[in-house]
């Protein structure tokens, strides 16, 4: 009747709560080496330092500007009132001009 009468850690061994107590300190220490930024391996020769992400080119900003001038000049077009006429376009930042000769409409 008195051990019905104990608390809950009385009534374990002692040996279950330090087998608890040593996996809850391992797992905090194999996780801590995953999430941590320090090297044990010293792996700084497999590093490839060479590759610079800033180094890739943005383009030609011209053409860009000039691929957005014409599609602003196709979506604004009325095809109705244009009839399959040409449709002059020009971008002031790049100097370019040009004429689109056709545009298909496909309706899903």
Known sequence: MKDIAKTRPETKPNWTRSLAL???????????????????????????????????????????TDEITVRNAVSSADLTRTAGGPIPWANSASGSAGVISRIAENQD
């Open 22 to 64: 040593v996996a809850v300190m391992m797992s905090g220490v194999v996780l801590s080496g995953c999430m941590s930024g320090l090297d044990l391996f010293s792996s700084d020769s497999n590093v490839d330092k060479t590759v610079r992400t800033s180094t890739v080119s943005n383009g030609n900003a011209d053409r860009l």
